[in-house]
């Protein structure tokens, strides 16, 4: 797999680049801000480019912007959005207009290579990927009447690995479970929250996580 | 022209009635020599002449007494009373006067009249010649009056020699020449009839120049038909070489006689209207009360001298600045048809008016109408001062709100571009530092590695908190609505969004909002709450920020919170299990 890594700082871009090439991975290109990458984007055609949110020259969300970008122009390059924030709404903007082959993780889960590595291999199959701990904060957030509440633990599992991006069959094997039984408690969960019928894989991502944000609880 | 400069007086306001008795008898003096000698008076014995005499006379006089008792500091009031005593000195030459002194006075003032009046036309109503050309003019028409016509002549008239034997003596006799004087009086009637021309013709232009003021308009017409009559009478009087009192002189006389009672008539009606602006503000001063709204005279000035441009603003004294009666600082920019009228306290500048130019030819109307408000004036600028001097506070509290917020903000960039980033950059060394050693055989050095990265990752963990703590980016980058989501996500407690806002404020706005947020729901959670509700949203041009919970009731008053929204010109309202900020945005 080929990629470009852009993230300003010198120290962090050289680990990321190391674990990515002790992880056999192909970084085609590194950059140190927005203009730089998409650069490198256009004249390496990698398969994803993993990017920091804070770049020059303002340092706030650039990164973003940039992903959203490379989505919006090369359809074919997935983006890793390496973050220090736990923010869902940055995470739901990124999904919002390019809701497939896009990720939003929290740059310290890349320390485990096995985490970035299965994130890329998932953008690269279409799916999308949101950190863990951005998911768990939602489904973990105090309801005073929690709708989550009627879920069964399974069903709550399900919940967050959607949450998370992963398709059916990804559930499906992380849990150890056939793909019909992840449809079946899908289906379940659409029905307990009320829930619009299921959109198509790529949208239930965002719809899940617009509806924990939700506040009408 | 300074309103308000007349601090200084210390004669009594009736002092100028102490004229009256003096232009009584100088009237009646008179009226009774043209009555005793009717052949050489211009009254004759007639009622009506009697009528011309002492009604001119007491009018201008009455006049003049009036304006003086009403404008201490105005040289327009003795140019009256003189208009009016000159007036009666033609019939003091009278043969039959009995007095050398009254005979010589009379002889020399003869036509003093006619200047003392063209002036005080001119110099209506604030008593000063506006230009160069009026003050030459004017003293040209004295010097004309009183030296060619008067002093001269009288210096070189024997009475005796030109075959007067009742007559007094003249006391500014040197030499009798009847030659001389038939001369002297000749080319004076010449002259007379030049700076009488030229005083008509500057009475008119000043007329054109002013005619949309009516009282100046009253008292311009009279004094131009003054002026051209006494012009006709020398005109008629240059074949005889000499003023006199024939039956034309007299007619001319009496008509002379209605038009100095009308320019007197006038003058007092300027007086009054300038009584009725004073009173009409005055009242409206009065109905203002103890405590007038702010601007409130600002508002009655304007009604009263019908100027809806007019413009009141208040000196502060130590800065200097303009301020406006809510102690807003106002730039004091006069437009092309305003006239700037600064108001003195005891010399010292407090207030300036900027109003329409023409209100300064309205005679006294600004001055009037500026003494009748003065209390007001001064008590709004004062409150304008102490507005002025709390918007200043306020605005230094809001700057060291905003110092405080922006050394947060660099606090949290610097935490999250330096040590978070040494820190994710040490925790991916340790990982790679790992992989080499698992190459080898694993044990005690793995194991240690293993927790350095844990210790990497929750030291990263904790700091992302501190950060976001200090101040949450998200606040500053996407606004209230997503920092309230965030704050929603990681609360203690439920917390509802009920109405929220994607618009974006000014900084300080919403990080006094997302504050009250904060500290709300931290008290709500203190005091055992199990849900709060949130609501923020826009009205007209505030922010409003409303906090319910069902947790026990409040003791603590959330002070710093109050100063907080305080500094941004806020409030906070602090109820038992509520909590609205009102913070007025733009």
Not at chain 1, 12 to 39: C, K, P
Not at chain 2, 189 to 206: D, K
Not at chain 2, 468 to 494: S, W
């Given at each position: ?135 768990s ?22 919940l ?19 793909e ?38 | ?25 100088a ?25 011309a ?16 008792m ?17 007036w ?12 050398a ?21 001119l ?45 007094p ?7 009798g ?44 017409v009279?004094?131009i ?66 405590m ?11 009604q ?26 106002v ?52 409150q ?12 230094s ?71 976001h ?9 996407a ?30 706005i ?77």
């Amino acid at each position: 797999m080929r990629v470009v890594v852009a993230d300003d700082v010198m120290l962090t871009r050289e680990g990321i680049v190391r674990l990515l090439e002790d992880a056999g991975i192909d970084v085609v290109a590194e950059a140190e801000e927005a203009d730089g990458l998409l650069r490198h984007v256009r004249l390496a055609r990698p398969d994803a480019a993993i990017v920091d949110i804070r770049m020059p020259p303002t340092h706030t969300d650039e990164g973003l912007v940039a992903a959203q970008r490379i989505r919006a122009e090369h359809p074919e390059v997935g983006v890793l959005v390496l973050s220090q924030y736990v923010e869902p709404s940055y995470a739901m903007r990124l999904l919002e207009e390019h809701p497939e082959r896009v990720g939003y993780l929290l740059k310290e889960r890349v320390f485990d290579v096995a985490i970035l590595v299965d994130a890329l291999r998932r953008i690269a199959d279409g799916e999308s990927v949101i950190d863990p701990t951005i998911v768990s904060r939602l489904v973990g957030r105090r309801r005073r009447e929690d709708p989550l509440a009627e879920l069964t633990e399974r069903e709550r599992e399900v919940l967050s690995l959607v949450a998370e991006g992963l398709s059916n069959k990804g559930i499906a094997h992380r849990l150890f479970i056939t793909e019909r039984t992840v449809e079946a408690h899908v289906k379940q969960i659409f029905l307990k929250l009320r829930l619009a019928a299921e959109p198509e894989s790529h949208r239930r991502v965002l719809a899940v996580l617009a509806h924990l944000r939700a506040s009408a609880y | 022209m300074n309103a308000w400069g007349d601090d200084r007086v210390t004669v009594g306001r009736y002092g100028p009635i102490a004229i009256v008795p003096f232009a009584a008898a100088a009237g009646l003096f008179s009226v009774a020599t043209a009555r005793h000698d009717p052949v050489w008076a211009f009254a004759g014995a007639s009622t009506l002449g009697g009528i011309a005499e002492l009604g001119a006379a007491w009018a201008l006089v009455g006049a003049g007494v009036l304006f003086w008792m009403r404008h201490r500091q105005n040289r327009l009031a003795p140019l009256l009373i003189g208009a009016g005593f000159a007036w009666l000195l033609p019939e003091w030459t009278d043969p039959q006067v009995g007095s050398a002194l009254a005979f010589t006075v009379g002889l020399v003032g003869f036509v003093a009249c006619a200047p003392l009046v063209a002036h005080a036309a001119l110099a209506y109503p604030t008593g000063r010649l506006r230009t160069r050309v009026h003050v030459a003019v004017v003293a040209t028409s004295y010097a004309g009056a009183l030296l060619s016509l008067g002093l001269l002549p009288t210096t070189v008239f024997d009475p005796k020699a030109a075959g007067c034997f009742q007559c007094p003596q003249n006391l500014a006799l040197i030499r009798g020449d009847l030659e001389l004087f038939a001369t002297f009086n000749r080319y004076g009637l010449w002259l007379g009839i030049g700076w009488l021309l030229v005083l008509c013709v500057l009475l008119v232009w000043r007329l054109v120049r002013t005619v949309h003021v009516a009282a100046v308009v009253a008292a311009l017409v009279p004094a131009i038909v003054y002026v051209a009559l006494v012009t006709w009478e020398f005109q008629h009087s240059l074949t005889r070489g000499i003023l006199g009192n024939d039956s034309f002189d007299q007619r001319v006389w009496r008509s002379e006689a209605a038009a100095l009672g009308a320019f007197a008539l006038a003058v007092v009606w300027g007086l009054v209207r300038e009584r009725q602006a004073r009173a009409t503000v005055a009242r409206l001063v009065v109905e203002l009360g103890e405590m007038p709204r702010p601007g409130a005279v600002r508002d009655a000035l304007a009604q009263t001298l019908g100027d809806a441009e007019l413009e009141l603003a208040y000196r502060r004294p130590d800065t200097g600045h303009y301020v406006d009666g809510l102690g807003r600082v106002v730039n004091v920019r006069p437009g092309r048809d305003q006239a700037v009228t600064p108001l003195f306290r005891g010399g010292v500048p407090v207030a300036v008016l900027v109003h329409d130019a023409r209100l300064s030819d309205e005679p006294g109307l600004l001055e009037e109408v500026l003494a009748a408000a003065r209390i007001a004036v001064e008590n709004e600028q004062l409150q304008a001062e102490i507005r002025a001097q709390l918007e200043d506070l306020r605005a230094s509290r809001a700057r060291i709100v905003e110092t405080g917020d922006a050394e947060r903000r660099r606090l949290e960039r610097n935490l999250h571009d330096g040590a978070q980033q040494l820190l994710v950059a040490l925790s991916y060394d340790l990982r790679i530092a790992q992989a080499h050693v698992e190459a080898d055989v694993g044990s005690e050095l793995t194991t240690l590695l293993t927790s350095a990265g844990e210790t990497a990752q929750s030291a990263l963990g904790e700091l992302r908190e501190l950060a976001h703590g200090i101040y949450p980016a998200i606040l500053a980058e996407a606004g209230l609505e997503a920092a309230l989501a965030t704050l929603a996500d990681e609360a203690p407690l439920p917390v509802e969004l009920g109405g929220t806002t994607p618009e974006r404020y000014s900084e300080p706005i919403e990080s006094a909002a997302y504050r009250t947020v904060v500290e709300g729901i931290d008290d709500a959670a203190g005091r055992g709450a199990t849900y709060v509700s949130v609501d923020v949203g826009r009205e007209e041009s505030r922010l409003i920020v409303t906090l319910r919970d069902d947790g026990a009731d409040r003791t603590s008053p959330l002070v710093h919170l109050a100063d907080r929204i305080g500094a941004l010109g806020g409030s906070l309202e602090v109820g038992g299990t509520t909590l609205r900020a009102v913070v007025p945005c733009v």
